[in-house]
């Protein structure tokens, strides 16, 4: 229960905090927290907070509702499949595979966002992707670091009591 | 290779996966409008304290971060203020004679729109300043097509109007066509966003466009006479028999708290 109400919390506030950055660029919080808690192996945790924290976000820019969720579980799906194959064991296979993600959140996001609105046609956003891909993925080591840590603090283990 | 962590967490990213695409499916349908008004009912005020915050914080960083150059830039401006100064003396004597001669012939100002103010709760994501989202919806009277704008400013357009909130299309946006006229040449074009910034396109060859210039709307469905911007780089392209401009709207979004939607004119 303690988790459930800690997800929610948790998306709730990552939705408004990431409204509020809207008007910085590069910034997906939701995305940047989903994925830590999927580095941090709590990936059911990092699923539902993707799905939801995604829907509140789409719900406050009043635009697209699903996409940011499904952007984000494509993208953790792919840091999934690479953990579940061995290749993310390594602390440079992490950084790597992150990135990965991260690029393939932001083209899913593009991708729909370009089937439902035309937003991004005739747009070449390279070098916003490569910037936006390269700030998020910093901000993922620093959120799976707090995490480790109050993992460390609160368990004693690798896994984080939510 | 580990299957079970992979038959696990496919099976949650194939849920998670479906709810998103249902969400989305039912965003097409139309069912979650409900809930962009009850949503934006209720976070409204956090999110544009949260907003207001961050542009704050943003500010106040950026102001420590340039105060070697504000001391420069103030001093040009205290130069600049008096030459305005002077420029507004000459515009009043200008207004009196207009009023003069208005009276004279008995026309009237017609300039008695009505107009809702309306809070600015947040800019667009992705960096691409696209849309705003505002406190003012169908409950208030708005309705789609309604244009928003700030003194003679022209901000942009009512795409969605939800029962206390609107989404609002801003001139900077890829879809944007307003039909405009430059204010001093009378060269007319059209104005839509860009990357680069708002531009001008579709002027005629032998059109003129000077930097500088005033560019005002100038269509029937929404007021004329609405500044969009000001001519800041005219660009020509010798095997076109267009060219166009960039223009610079004199505003930014981040400092703006309202703006007025246009109800009628």
């Known amino acids: 229960m303690r988790t459930v109400i800690a997800i929610i919390a948790g998306a709730m506030v990552a939705a408004l905090l990431n409204f509020a950055l809207s008007s910085q660029d590069y910034v997906n919080l939701i995305w940047v927290v989903g994925l830590a808690l999927v580095i941090a192996d709590l990936e059911l945790a990092g699923i539902v907070f993707l799905v939801l924290a995604g829907f509140l976000f789409d719900v406050m820019v009043l635009g697209n509702v699903g996409v940011t969720s499904v952007s984000g579980v494509i993208g953790a799906g792919v840091y999934i499949l690479a953990k579940g194959s061995g290749v993310t064991d390594r602390a440079w296979q992490k950084v790597l595979w992150v990135l990965v993600a991260l690029m393939v959140c932001f083209g899913a996001d593009a991708v729909l966002e370009t089937l439902l609105s035309e937003r991004y046609l005739g747009i070449d956003l390279t070098g916003y992707w490569i910037r936006s891909v390269a700030v998020n993925a910093v901000l993922v080591g620093i959120v799976y670091s707090v995490i480790q840590g109050y993992s460390r603090r609160v368990g004693g283990s690798t896994s984080v009591k939510l | ?265």
């Open chain 2, 1 to 265: 290779m580990d299957p079970d962590y992979l038959k696990t967490n496919g099976i949650r990213l194939a849920v998670a996966l479906m709810t998103g695409i249902l969400l989305i499916l039912s965003d097409g349908m139309g069912w979650i409008d409900p809930v962009y008004s009850a949503g934006n009912y209720i976070v409204a005020p956090i999110a544009y304290w949260s907003n207001r915050t961050v542009v704050g914080v943003e500010n106040a960083v950026g102001t420590v971060l340039q105060i070697g150059t504000l001391r420069s830039e103030n001093a040009e401006l205290v130069v600049e203020n008096s030459k305005l100064r002077a420029e507004l003396g000459r515009f009043r004597e200008t207004e009196r004679e207009n009023d003069i001669l208005r009276s004279q012939l008995g026309i009237e100002l017609t300039k008695d729109w009505k107009l809702k103010r309306s809070r600015i709760l947040g800019l667009d994501t992705y960096g691409i300043a696209e849309h705003v989202i505002i406190d003012t919806g169908s409950d208030d009277g708005v309705s789609v097509g309604d244009v928003v704008i700030l003194g003679d400013l022209l901000i942009g357009e009512i795409r969605e109007a939800y029962a206390s909130t609107s989404k609002v299309r801003l001139v900077s946006n890829q879809n944007s066509n307003i039909f405009v006229i430059d204010q001093n040449t009378r060269a007319k074009g059209l104005v839509r966003g860009s990357l680069e910034g708002v531009v001008m396109e579709d002027v005629l060859e032998n059109e003129q466009l000077n930097v500088g210039d005033v560019i005002i709307t100038w269509e029937d469905d929404i007021p004329g006479g609405l500044v969009v911007g000001t001519v800041s780089e005219v660009v020509e392209v010798p095997t076109s028999s267009t060219k166009k401009a960039f223009l610079e709207t004199g505003f930014s979004l981040e400092d703006i708290d309202y703006v007025f939607v246009v109800l009628e004119f």
